[in-house]
């Protein structure tokens, strides 16, 4: 199995970046997908996640309303769309995958929200 995350790098304060985790090895559409993210010095922390079938989203409080996560079953792929990026927003964002134990992880993408 492998989860491979792009689309990170340094964008400006109330800037947008969108990022991308393509899967492999895996039955994609029996998978729920999600995304974390770890800031220096600070416990990895959930940030949305995305059930399949049904697509169902949920997400942190911190990142409602700003952050929109999607998947595309076909192409193996699962987004975060990040809008109004803020400072505390910065972290390095993983994609997990968790089907009962079954559970994989990419090596992380960095996103950097700084003026």
């Known amino acids: 199995v492998q989860l491979v995350e792009s689309g990170g790098g340094l964008v400006q304060p109330g800037e947008s970046l969108r990022l991308s985790c393509a899967a492999s090895g895996l039955t994609f559409s029996t998978y729920s997908m999600s995304w974390y993210r770890q800031a220096p010095g600070k416990e990895r922390e959930w940030v949305a996640v995305?059930?399949?079938?049904?697509?169902?989203?949920n997400y942190a409080v911190s990142v409602k309303g700003r952050f929109t996560i999607s998947r595309d079953n076909a192409k193996k792929m699962v987004y975060l769309q990040m809008n109004s990026l803020k400072p505390e927003d910065t972290a390095v964002y993983y994609c997990?995958?968790?089907?009962?134990?079954?559970?994989?992880w990419g090596q992380g993408t960095q996103v950097t929200v700084s003026s």
């Open positions: 995305i059930s399949s079938p049904s697509g169902s989203t």
């Open positions: 997990n995958a968790r089907r009962v134990t079954n559970v994989y």
